[in-house]
């Protein structure tokens, strides 16, 4: 995990917030601004409020964030962790795995209505199910089988294939 995510992410945000932003801030007090050393701290911390926004940078844009696609990671080394936890409790293994995985999906979207989730919520919600889906699937890389008519048959049935060019 430390080795995983943490590099690339202290390097990025350092570079966001002691080059980028300074190149690119409208605001003349952006080194004496909370939010500056907020998006340093909170993004390295990976806290769960994770900071998108630099003093003045793309200040009027569309779009002001600086990096959006930061929501996940604390999300994910919060999830290495529980997969470390259930190695630990030896839980990783596929017979035990697999019984537990198939129960917990089945009772969060009994229990989970996306209709009461704020958007925060529904996408830490979705990033769990996923990334269980893909331990699901990695304990059992050899049983199922890998096959572009059988992916092109479940997307087509799904309606997830995009034919329009822009």
Known sequence: LILFIFPALLVCVSLCVFVLGPLLTNADDYW????????????????????????????????????????????????????AALGVLTLNKRERFNPLFVVLMVVGFLVVSPQTLTEVQSRAWY??????????????????????????LILVSHGEVDTKVE
């Open 32 to 83: 004496r601004r909370p939010e500056t050393w907020r998006y340093l701290t909170a993004n390295i911390g990976l806290s769960l409020d994770t900071a998108y926004f630099l003093p003045g940078v793309f200040a009027g844009q569309k779009f002001e964030s600086i990096n959006a696609s930061l929501w996940s990671l604390p999300i994910e080394a919060r999830l290495y962790l529980a997969l």
């Open 127 to 152: 990033a769990v199910a996923f990334f269980f889906t893909g331990t699901f699937a990695w304990l059992n890389r050899d049983r199922i089988p890998l096959s572009w008519p059988l992916l092109g």
